[in-house]
């Protein structure tokens, strides 16, 4: 919500059933992934059933948190007021090594520093009472 005068703030990430391990895991400093139970599937984002066999409930793992960028790209334009103070900013496609691939920035480097296979970490920073998983380059 936007008071007059105050600067809009980037939304929050809502848990629901489907995610609250995920961001309970983040909490704690864990990057949490499922894996089919039934065919072994690995996914990301989290659901109640595995997306390739349709059966089983997925198990909760916990990635080493390490991977490379499948690909890219810096934002100089935010796109609402909220990410004004952002820009800046560089969005990856990350392949963990445990076969899932999520989105999220990269942090502290500059923009050309990223590129495709580059290897990163995952970073947590705060963000209203959620933890984010964030990467940084792993040098
Ligand atoms: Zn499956």
Redesign the pocket.
Known sequence: MTTPGSPPKPPIPVAHPDTAAFWDGAARGELLYQR??????V?FPPRR????????E?AWLRSAGKGAVHTFTTVHRAPTAAFKDDVPYTIALVDFDEGFRMMMNVLDCPPQEVEIGARVRVVFRPHGDAMLPQAELDR
Not at 36 to 41: D, Q, V
Not at 49 to 56: D, L, S, Y
């Open positions: 089919c139970s039934a065919c072994e599937h996914q059933h595995c997306a390739h066999c349709q059966t089983g997925p």
